[in-house]
């Protein structure tokens, strides 16, 4: 049997076989489990374009490992400062605060295309 690619492509479709058939199994073998699929791919142009959001195409993510009771509290508090707060906000306006005592003037945030709406 033919070892498959590593990898596809971008657009991959699984559909059911017609063929090949698979082998009928004799009286001493058992009955196959799945049935035989093909891969096809299909043309670059009519693969569907990926979407993604604005900021995420403008900005780049980072990870940040927080310990579960750290994170539990941070998003106790944001829930205490109203149903709107956001655990993100609260990281992001840590980060500035710390960036600005430190003299870093950079920017953190990337500006939203959509103006804010009023709390």
Do not use: C
Not at 56 to 74: F, I, N
Request: proline share 15%; aromatic share 6%; hydrophobic share 35%.
């Amino acid at each position: 049997m033919a070892k498959p690619p590593v990898s596809y492509g971008s657009a991959v479709k699984l559909t059911p076989s017609a063929t090949p058939e698979p082998p009928k199994a004799g009286p001493d073998q058992a009955p196959p489990v799945e049935a035989a699929v093909r891969v096809e791919t299909a043309p670059a142009s009519q693969a569907a374009p990926t979407r993604r959001r604005p900021m995420e195409s403008r900005s780049d993510p980072t990870v940040l490992y927080l310990h579960p009771d750290g994170k539990y509290e941070l998003k106790r508090y944001a829930l205490a400062l109203g149903p709107k707060v956001k655990v993100h906000d609260l990281i992001m306006e840590a980060v500035e605060e710390w960036a600005f005592r430190h003299g870093i003037t950079a920017p953190f945030r990337v500006p939203s295309e959509k103006p804010r709406r009023a709390l």
